[in-house]
């Protein structure tokens, strides 16, 4: 028996179509609401049928515009809160403004942080989100968070071709641990790709590769891809140290600027990302594939609406 009456999705103009795809999952229709600017600028929401007393969940993933959309979340909370709803969890499959979680400069914000204190404030209840940039962001937010993850779903995909003879390289020394995730699941070795990013720019260099990929496939794991300037200056290096062939799985596809024509321009065989952020036409090419990842968002939403365990998704013991 649920603790909370019925179920209902909303979704903000992010991504609408993966918020429908969740639907579908869960057999609900999306729920009905008004969320659009003025010509003022300013964002007003409405939410459209009563949520009284209701299990409410608000998908919204912070893509570009990104700062427009997270107005859009926090209103639509603010919305579903003064209009009684019983529990508001927010889906927010790419957490924006993650990268920033410390103060390693002196006189900068931590905007992890901030995020998650607008999201308490504002009055969600619970956060669903995917793949974090690092785990401790969870205890940024004061209400529960399930983090769920990408990499089994990347990793089973890359099995299915059979490749062997693989290393699984980190395209920088923090991405070590998901490296190390992926090569387990793939029983592969790694590699890890030492990057040096130029001041607070868009600019990356692959300093040297920790690892041997001479002759072998190598597969770089990410958790996400900006300016494409990590994954292309990690593949570039692997390719110099003669790694045969180089393939990349990231699970959220920012691809800002020219990042996917960087990537086509590259000497990746081939890309694979997964829908938690949309892609327009213009930023695909042929040597991309995109993994849905709504049915997995949407057994998330099952089992918090149901009270059963997210973590036996994972094989965590219930
Ligand atoms: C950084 O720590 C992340 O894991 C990614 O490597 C980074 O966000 C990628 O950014 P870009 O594609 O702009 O190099």
Redesign the pocket.
Known sequence: MPLFEDLKVFSGNAHRDLASDICSYLGVSLGSCDVFKFSNDQTFVRILENVREKDVFIVQTLSEPVNDHLMELLIMIDAARRASAGRITVVIPYYAYG?TDKKDQPRVAITARLIADFISVAGADRVLTMNL?AGQIQGFFNIPLDELTAIPTLAANFEERGVGNLVVAA??V??AKKARDMANLLDANIAIVEKQ?IGNE?R?EAMSVIGSVEGKTVLIV??????????T?AAQILKEQGAARIYCSVVHP?L?GS?SSRLADSPLSELVVTDTLPIPDEKRFDRMRVLPISSMLGEAIHRIHSGLSVGAMFGHQQ
Not at 222 to 231: A, L, Y
């Open positions: 990268r940039h395209p920088d923090g991405g990013r868009d990356v990410d958790e996400e891809i900006d300016t494409g300037g990590t994954v200056a920012l800002s990042a």
